[in-house]
């Protein structure tokens, strides 16, 4: 007896479940908000350096004269430069009537454009030029929290149960989020960013396990899809938030703000049954169960319960007897030919479409128009991305999607390359169909990747499949530096990469309607 037969007695989605789920899928509002807010909390606005007789109040506009006699002229960008200066006597007799030498020096310090953004963490703390690589590495560090969030709280939740790491998450990240919007420099800014993208971990993914663990079998994948629904909510609330609180620290205050609400889940919140009984803790899971049958309105046959009590101590015993027999590792996908070559696929795979995503959903204010609105359609693509694979995920194949979309997202940002500097919208409209068509092949890859690994080492494939995806996600902002030597060259990097991890993913095999394996031999058979 197992715990998906109780559910065909209490349902597999009923009312009990359907409520704790939808609280569940709320907290994924807040991640968001705290992943794709970087974007304005530390964006980029236009700069130039400061000049001699310019006091700190200085405006950004200058008279033409005025700069072509103060800056150097940037051959590369086709502009004046925004990180060097003439080195020229500004007395104003000297000033009127005399053109500089050509001799440049760097700025010591800046006068920002604040027409679109009245501040930013880059406009406090100066990281333009030679620093510019920091604001790549905030979001890096934040990415890298994510990873160790994986990993910690993934352990925790595993040894000490869902719900109590759920709230720890849920506080931990309260408190960085606040403590981040008062931090006096910017190291300490990066660090407490990497705090609460390992709080996002504990928060989204175990509050995703402890939802998925209610659910019937035939309602996972649409329970699974759905919840992302919430997550692209927060994407374009982000926006939203930011279009109307300008000041950068307010705003870092606004994204952790709603996490005081969820507090309030230690009331309505129950511990995993599936956890519960897994710890032998059956007396505990067996109220919850009876609670969740009196919420739906039927009724749980007591021989039912006994015996997946019965079960549960069962194999508890057979597990402590067979403690030190060995288990299947990581390493078991890579000593067989064909588990080989599919688990390097399927982890390059994870790499391209966690890149690439974030990639493009931090690259929106490089693409020109207004930074707010790119934000809001890179967001609001996400919808169609996730209902197109609610009406196909079943019908098409796991593979079809993903190869699809991979390659028609990589075309379509290649082809950004080529758009005449007139055509902005043209290269927006290109840019978001690359991050629809990404949505959707990452939407597809968790499904298509938990389907390939055999059972008995699918929780390892998983976690270092996600591994992979969050060292793509490191790498992107760094990517999009690129933009700053030319705008379409981060599209020509992910769209490369799209396009080479889609055609990989044809060698994969199809697991639609297929018997999936179970052991390490039928792993390497299965798609020979």
């Known amino acids: 007896m197992a715990f998906d037969d109780v559910l065909s007695h209490l349902g597999e989605f009923g009312r009990y479940q359907k409520r704790i789920y939808f609280l569940l899928c709320l907290p994924g509002i ?18 130039r350096c400061r000049l001699p007789f310019e006091s700190d109040n200085a405006t950004y506009g200058l008279a033409p004269e005025v700069i072509n006699m103060s800056y150097p002229w940037d051959d590369a960008l086709h502009t004046w430069s925004s990180c060097r200066r003439l080195d020229a006597n ?6 009127e009537s005399n053109i500089p030498a050509n001799r440049t020096v760097h700025c010591d310090s ?19 030029c030679e620093d510019a690589w920091l604001r790549a590495t905030a979001d890096a560090l934040f990415m890298f929290g994510v990873l160790l969030g994986s990993i910690i709280f993934g ?8 719900r109590p790491i759920f709230f720890i ?9 606040l403590t981040a919007a008062v931090l006096p420099n910017y190291v300490s800014f990066m660090l407490a960013r990497m705090v609460i993208g390992a709080t996002t971990s504990g928060v989204f993914l175990v509050a995703y396990v402890i939802a998925m663990e209610l659910v019937g079998p035939s309602k996972r994948l649409f329970a699974g899809v759905v919840c992302q629904f919430f997550f692209t909510a927060g994407y374009i609330l982000t926006a939203f938030l930011a279009y109307f609180i300008k000041d950068w620290r307010m705003l870092q205050v606004a994204l952790s703000l709603p996490g005081v ?39 749980v046959p007591s021989d039912v319960l006994d015996d997946l009590i019965t079960t549960s101590e069962t194999e508890k015993t057979a597990s402590q007897e067979n403690v030190k027999e060995s288990k299947p590792s990581i390493l078991d996908l890579f000593r067989y030919p064909n588990l080989r070559k599919k688990s390097l696929n399927i982890f ?37 991305a996730y209902t197109f694979l609610l009406l196909t995920l079943n019908r098409w194949g796991r593979k079809t999607i993903l190869c699809s979309c991979m390659v028609l997202g990589g075309v379509a940002l290649l082809l950004t390359t080529v758009i005449p500097p007139d055509m902005n919208w043209l290269l927006i409209t290109l840019a978001m169909i690359g991050k629809l068509a990404i949505t959707s092949s990452y939407g597809t890859i968790y499904v298509f990747s938990a389907e390939q690994f055999p059972t008995v080492i699918r929780n390892v494939g998983l976690g270092a499949s996600s591994t992979c995806a969050r060292v793509g996600g490191i790498l992107a902002p760094y990517a999009n530096l690129l933009a700053d030597y030319w705008v379409p060259l981060p599209l020509l990097l992910f769209g490369a990469l799209a396009l080479t991890g889609g055609l990989s993913a044809l060698l994969l095999p199809e697991t639609l309607n297929k018997k999936l394996p179970d052991t390490i031999r039928e792993g390497e058979k299965f798609g020979k």
């Open 30 to 47: 807040s991640c968001a908000l705290h992943k794709l807010a970087g974007v304005f909390l530390q964006a980029k606005a236009d700069h």
């Open 90 to 95: 500004f007395t104003p007799e000297y000033f």
């Open 110 to 128: 800046w006068v920002y454009n604040r027409t679109k953004y009245h501040s930013s963490a880059v406009m406090e703390f100066d990281l333009v």
């Open 155 to 162: 352990d925790l939740s595993d040894r000490f149960g869902r």
């Open 169 to 177: 998450s849920l506080v931990s990240q309260l408190v960085s989020g």
């Open 261 to 299: 609400i969820f507090l309030s889940y230690w009331w309505f919140i129950p511990e995993s049954a599936r956890w519960l009984i897994s710890k032998n803790r059956t007396e505990d899971a067996k109220r919850i169960i009876l609670q969740a049958a009196k919420e739906n309105r039927v009724s």
């Open 348 to 384: 390059f795979n994870w790499f391209v479409n966690s890149g690439t995503y974030y990639g493009l959903s931090w690259n929106t204010s490089n693409l020109g128009g207004n930074d707010y609105l790119n934000f809001f359609i890179s967001g609001a693509v996400e919808i169609p």
